[in-house]
């Protein structure tokens, strides 16, 4: 005995299992036969996952706003892409700033963030502590303090120093910039280090 399921240019075809106490088997063709063929997959919209709502324009696969992670290392659960505001803050007090210029862009896939971004500064005055860039989409979490590659143009270091470079301190969701040298100690630079005339392109990746 054979099930068909036949078609036509409209409608539903449902394959239940009968309604009684028991356990249903639906067996399949084992050395002939075929269940389905398509030769080439095709989805009007996104396909949602982990109890994502699928998109309703373009395609590929859609994640949910807040990730369920996997105990499996070898399981993609989490994909994003967006937007940031590179802003300056100081440890202690906050300056007064004003910007040229404000971007920044990310992707995150499963716990690697990569970020991008440029800050130009127009004036800066006031605050006190070390100088932070703040506003970074996701905190680190990786449990290592990591540093990222950077383009600075008008930072004045310190005598002795020959390089500055971004770093990020495990559970902060800021960078700070340190100057360093032969035979110098790293220093983390402070507000005061920073001229009017400050503009940083940058790139760096953690994991969160």
Not at 64 to 77: E, H, I, K, V, W
Not at 162 to 186: C, K
Request: aromatic share 10%; charged share 5%.
């Amino acid at each position: 005995m054979s099930i068909v399921l036949l078609g036509s240019t409209s409608g539903s075809c449902t394959l239940q299992e009968q309604a009684v106490a028991g356990t249903t088997t639906l067996t399949l063709p084992t050395t002939s036969g075929t269940v389905a063929t398509l030769t080439t997959p095709s989805f009007a919209t996104t396909i949602g996952v982990g109890g994502a709502t699928a998109a309703a324009s373009g395609a590929g696969i859609t994640f949910p706003a807040t990730a369920s992670a996997s105990s499996d290392a070898n399981t993609l659960d989490d994909y994003e892409e967006g937007t940031w505001t590179p802003t300056v803050t100081g440890s202690t007090t906050n300056p007064t700033v004003g910007y040229a210029a404000q971007s920044g862009f990310y992707t995150k896939i499963g716990r690697t963030v990569n970020i991008q971004g440029r800050m130009q500064l127009n004036s800066i005055s006031g605050g006190s502590g070390n100088f932070r860039l703040s506003g970074l989409p996701f905190a680190n979490n990786g449990g290592l303090t990591g540093a990222g590659t950077s383009w600075f143009s008008f930072l004045n270091l310190s005598a002795g120093y020959t390089m500055a470079s971004l770093y990020l301190e495990n559970g902060n969701s800021f960078l700070s910039i340190a100057e360093s040298g032969d035979n110098v100690s790293a220093n983390q630079l402070g507000i005061s280090a920073f001229a009017s005339n400050f503009d940083i392109t940058f790139s760096f990746t953690y994991i969160t």
